[in-house]
């Protein structure tokens, strides 16, 4: 699965409050949430969102303008998922399209609020995407499109589980290690394996959240042969046990 998939498939709109406003003048806008623009203009940390544009604000920011907008905020769940917020700018504008008709159409009707829900995933992914597409952004993000970096970073996704070394990886590139080593720790920031660990460790948490799995085969998924190894790199990562993500990780997933 695309790195870029498994990040947006925790990002879902529950019950995300859909809804009609009107903006005039200024106002501080919460994040993470999305406006549709039906009319009007808003905006925002330099990003102008028009008629039929989709804005996504990250950050609470404030904004300017005069538009009616439809909007829904989001919660982030999973620790995969958060990583996104990560690297998204604080406000970004994308073109709508046929959606945003059906999507301004949806809300406000008597049909139930799931529709509206799902139509505004369809917008966040449009939009995030369209975003990436253009963008790019930094960090590990921005370097899927790079010619050695990229593959890997898809190796590492796609099998978490694999015995990676940085050999391995340096073959899925198609360079030296030390070529890997070099160019991986500058335009992601941190070394290779480095990344694998935390990569590891975000799916260690969706997994020990999400589902009744012990901690032996939650290791196993992500690579560790034994529990105590797991645990002691979970810990060393998110700073608690794999026993108290049970509760930890489940309440902000």
């Known amino acids: 699965m695309e790195p870029f998939d498994e990040l947006l498939r925790g990002v879902r709109a529950d019950g995300a409050g859909v809804h009609r406003t009107e903006i005039d003048g200024a106002r501080v806008l919460p994040g993470l949430t999305l406006y549709a623009v039906a009319s009007g203009e808003i905006s925002v940390r330099g990003e102008v969102a028009t008629a039929g544009d989709i804005l996504v604000v990250q950050e609470s920011v404030e904004a300017r303008g005069r538009a009616s907008v439809v909007s829904g905020t989001y919660e982030i769940k999973g620790a995969v998922a958060r990583r996104l917020t990560a690297?998204?700018?604080?406000?970004?504008?994308?073109?709508?399209?046929?959606?945003?008709?059906?999507?301004?159409?949806?809300?406000?009707t008597d049909g139930p609020s799931i529709i509206a829900d799902r139509l505004l995933d369809w917008l966040m992914v449009c939009a995030l995407k369209e975003w990436f597409d253009r963008e790019h952004g930094d960090g590990w993000l921005g370097a899927q499109a790079d010619a050695v970096v990229g593959p890997v970073l898809k190796a590492m996704h796609a099998q978490p589980e694999r015995a990676w070394t940085l050999a391995l990886l340096a073959k899925e590139a198609g360079v030296a290690r030390t070529t890997l080593a070099s160019r991986f720790a500058k335009l992601v920031g941190v070394p290779p394996l480095t990344y694998?660990?935390?990569?590891?460790?975000?799916?260690?948490?969706?997994?020990?959240?999400?589902s009744s799995a012990t901690v032996a085969s939650v290791a196993r998924r992500v690579g560790y042969a034994d529990a105590f190894g797991f645990s002691a790199a979970f810990k060393r990562v998110h700073g608690f046990s794999p026993s108290e993500c049970r509760s930890r990780c489940a309440e902000s997933a």
Request: proline letters at 5%; charged letters at 20%; aromatic letters at 8%.
């Open 196 to 210: 694998l660990t935390e990569w590891r460790m975000a799916v260690a948490a969706d997994l020990l959240a999400e």
């Open 87 to 108: 690297v998204l700018p604080d406000a970004l504008v994308a073109p709508g399209g046929d959606e945003c008709a059906a999507f301004y159409a949806g809300v406000g």
